[in-house]
């Protein structure tokens, strides 16, 4: 199973973007997906998923009604959506597939495959 991320950039707080993770091999239609942050110096974090069995997501308190995450099953694609970006936002986010599990786990340890990574700037 491969995990590649795109769409990572500069932005300016209040501005938006837009992350891609195509998913190739696997059965991604019943994969848990999630995104990550890992900001310099700091522990890799949760921060969005989207279960397969119900299509629920789940955000970690400081993206709330900033970011979506959505799937498109028939792309093998995860999405985040990050609008109202503030400087605290920027990190190197990964997008990760629990392939075990059709619950909602953030820790990042139940995660068995990631991307490499896509680096997220936001000036401000």
């Known amino acids: 199973v491969q995990l590649v991320e795109s769409g990572g950039g500069l932005a300016q707080a209040g501005g938006s973007l837009s992350l891609s993770c195509v998913v190739s091999?696997?059965?991604?239609?019943?994969?848990?997906m999630g995104w990550f942050r890992q900001a310099p110096g700091k522990e890799r974090v949760f921060v969005a998923a989207i279960t397969w069995i119900d299509i629920k997501t789940y955000y970690t308190d400081s993206v709330k009604g900033r970011f979506t995450i959505s799937r498109d099953n028939a792309k093998t694609t995860v999405y985040l959506q990050m609008n109202s970006l503030k400087p605290e936002d920027t990190a190197v986010y990964y997008c990760a597939a629990d392939v075990d599990s059709a619950l909602y786990r953030p820790a990042s340890s139940v995660y068995e495959y990631w991307g490499q990574g896509t680096q997220v700037t936001v000036s401000g």
């Open positions: 091999g696997g059965s991604f239609s019943s994969y848990t």
